[in-house]
């Protein structure tokens, strides 16, 4: 799912790229319609929605930092999920407007790898084999991308 999600929103940075050239750069605009419109799609996962609301009403209390209010411990995560995403996505959009499509994917592929070694940190999830392999994946590509390895012909500088 990783897989195809990297690869649909490689080609979507190639558009918007297109798009920025036709009418200009906006990003918070494309930023609103890029999560606005697949709003509604939600509602076809609504019952998976409200059976997780039901899992982290029942999770296990932990008190808001600074009010000290008990509030379930997954909601925290989440409002923290949702802070950082915003700040992250937000970022994202401006870099959009400053870089090419592939220095945002690069970008955004990182930034999706840093995400999966701190849940695998901080929350003790397992670090498989296929973790390594990816991991090297994503060194090797790293590395092709500022030409510590170079690949193929070097561009002429004029
Ligand atoms: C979760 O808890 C809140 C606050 O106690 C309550 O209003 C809400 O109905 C609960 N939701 C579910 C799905 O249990």
Request: proline share 5%.
């Amino acid at each position: 799912m990783l897989l195809f999600a990297l690869f649909m929103s490689a080609r979507m940075g190639i558009f918007q790229e297109q798009l920025y050239g036709l009418y200009g750069k906006h990003p918070k605009e494309a930023l609103f319609y890029n999560h606005a419109l697949p709003l509604p799609a939600f509602l076809l996962l609504a019952g998976d929605i409200y059976r997780h609301c039901v899992l982290f009403n029942n999770s296990a209390p932990m008190a808001l930092p600074l009010v000290g209010v008990m509030v379930p411990k997954m909601w925290l995560y989440l409002a923290g999920n949702i802070l950082t995403q915003y700040v992250c996505i937000r970022s994202v959009f401006i870099l959009t407007t400053e870089c090419s499509s592939l220095t945002v994917t690069l970008v955004v592929t990182l930034r999706k790898f840093v995400s999966l070694i701190f849940s695998i940190l901080y929350f003790k999830n397992p670090f498989t084999v296929y973790h390594w392999m990816g991991t090297s994946l994503v060194f090797i590509g790293t590395l092709i991308f500022t030409e510590i390895i170079p690949l193929g012909k070097k561009q002429k500088v004029q």
